[in-house]
């Protein structure tokens, strides 16, 4: 089984601020730094600090060089990943805030991933293997519809949520991974009520597997009738900007190593929440190793 994350790259414009900027405002930051993000970047060094080996492809810019050197010092392969010599790589803005984050994202070549390089790269894929995606990269249903075709196992992180998501093939998808604003989304309820998301969720995919996250009340995973609840470790939390991402690259690396949902569910969220005590996004995530040497 080889697993393939087809997901965005940015660079993260992070700006520390004791309020988020208002309208008309013009606002002085604490600090500010830059960073390697994208959820597809920070999951794949997820994927890989919880032990997987994983393949990252996706397209960056004339400025990328950066990236594919960051994802191989975490021992990421890169061989899928397109140099785009002609456009600039995504990038994100960031405003930090008591911990909380509002963030705007500008695609780059994030969304000039086309179908040829789709299909050349699903080529090095068969039945069994696994797909990662999430909503930052251009030709989505294309990349859901061939995966699907090569009987590969699909995992979608809906983030972020957004119409277009309901324009992809979602009867293909084996697995979705969603917080509680997602997951509402998706289930097309307007409520935050986490029962009402579950059981939105449950009406709108009664076959498919769904691990929903909320915060300080924990996570779930719903599947048909099967619910399984997680309690959430509380901690401190710094900055939750790779959180969401910890938690789905810890999950799916656990229930694709033996199946066991529960224990997949503790295991991711025990690495988000020491991935909210520090500050940053792929930097924060822990390994397997020291969460084994932690925690036992």
Same mark, same amino acid.
């Given at each position: 089984?080889?697993?393939?994350?087809?997901?965005?790259?940015?660079?993260?414009?992070?700006?520390?601020?004791?309020?988020?900027?208002?309208?008309?405002?013009?606002?002085?930051?604490?600090?500010?730094?830059?960073?390697?993000?994208?959820?597809?970047? %920070?999951?794949?060094? #997820?994927?890989?600090?919880?032990?997987?080996?994983?393949?990252?492809?996706?397209?960056?810019?004339?400025? @990328?060089?950066?990236?594919?050197?960051?994802? %191989?010092?975490?021992?990421?392969?890169?061989?899928?990943?397109?140099?785009?010599?002609?456009?600039?790589?995504?990038?994100?803005?960031?405003?930090?805030?008591?911990?909380? %984050?509002?963030?705007?994202?500008?695609?780059?070549? %994030?969304?000039?991933?086309?179908?040829?390089?789709?299909?050349?790269?699903?080529?090095?894929?068969?039945?069994?293997?696994?797909?990662? /995606?999430?909503?930052?990269?251009?030709?989505?249903?294309?990349?859901?519809?061939? #995966?699907?075709?090569? @009987?590969?196992?699909?995992?979608?992180?809906?983030?972020?949520?957004?119409?277009?998501?309901?324009?992809?093939?979602?009867?293909?998808?084996?697995?979705?991974?969603?917080?509680?604003?997602?997951?509402?989304?998706?289930?097309?309820?307007?409520?935050?009520?986490?029962?009402?998301?579950?059981?939105?969720?449950?009406?709108?995919?009664?076959?498919?597997?769904?691990?929903?996250?909320? @915060?300080?009340?924990?996570?779930?995973?719903?599947?048909?009738?099967?619910?399984?609840?997680?309690?959430?470790?509380?901690?401190?939390?710094?900055?939750?900007?790779?959180?969401?991402?910890?938690?789905?690259?810890?999950?799916? #690396? $656990?229930?694709?190593?033996?199946?066991?949902?529960?224990?997949?569910?503790?295991?991711?969220?025990?690495?988000? $929440?020491?991935?909210?005590?520090?500050?940053? #996004?792929?930097?924060? /995530?822990?390994? /397997?190793?020291?969460?084994?040497?932690?925690?036992?």
């Amino acid at each position: 089984m080889k697993v393939l994350n087809f997901g965005s790259l940015n660079y993260d414009h992070v700006y520390e601020v004791d309020h988020f900027v208002q309208p008309k405002e013009t606002l002085s930051s604490l600090s500010y730094s830059r960073g390697f993000g994208g959820k597809g970047l %920070n999951q794949s060094i #997820a994927l890989k600090k919880a032990g997987l080996d994983v393949y990252h492809a996706g397209r960056v810019g004339y400025d @990328g060089q950066d990236f594919i050197d960051y994802l %191989n010092s975490y021992g990421v392969d890169t061989t899928y990943l397109v140099k785009d010599h002609r456009n600039a790589s995504g990038h994100a803005r960031i405003e930090v805030c008591n911990a909380e %984050n509002r963030i705007v994202l500008y695609g780059g070549t %994030n969304q000039m991933i086309d179908q040829e390089q789709i299909d050349s790269t699903l080529e090095h894929f068969e039945e069994g293997d696994v797909l990662l /995606i999430q909503n930052e990269i251009s030709e989505m249903t294309h990349l859901i519809t061939k #995966a699907h075709e090569r @009987g590969m196992y699909i995992a979608f992180n809906t983030a972020p949520m957004n119409s277009k998501v309901f324009t992809y093939p979602l009867d293909m998808i084996d697995l979705f991974i969603v917080n509680e604003i997602e997951g509402a989304g998706l289930a097309g309820v307007e409520s935050d009520d986490y029962d009402d998301i579950v059981a939105g969720l449950q009406r709108q995919y009664p076959e498919t597997a769904i691990v929903l996250t909320v @915060g300080e009340a924990g996570s779930y995973y719903i599947c048909g009738d099967t619910v399984i609840h997680q309690d959430a470790y509380p901690v401190k939390a710094v900055d939750t900007t790779a959180a969401g991402d910890t938690f789905s690259g810890f999950y799916l #690396a $656990s229930y694709l190593n033996d199946g066991d949902v529960q224990k997949a569910l503790d295991l991711a969220s025990r690495a988000s $929440s020491i991935t909210v005590q520090e500050k940053g #996004a792929a930097s924060s /995530i822990p390994s /397997i190793e020291w969460l084994k040497e932690r925690f036992g």
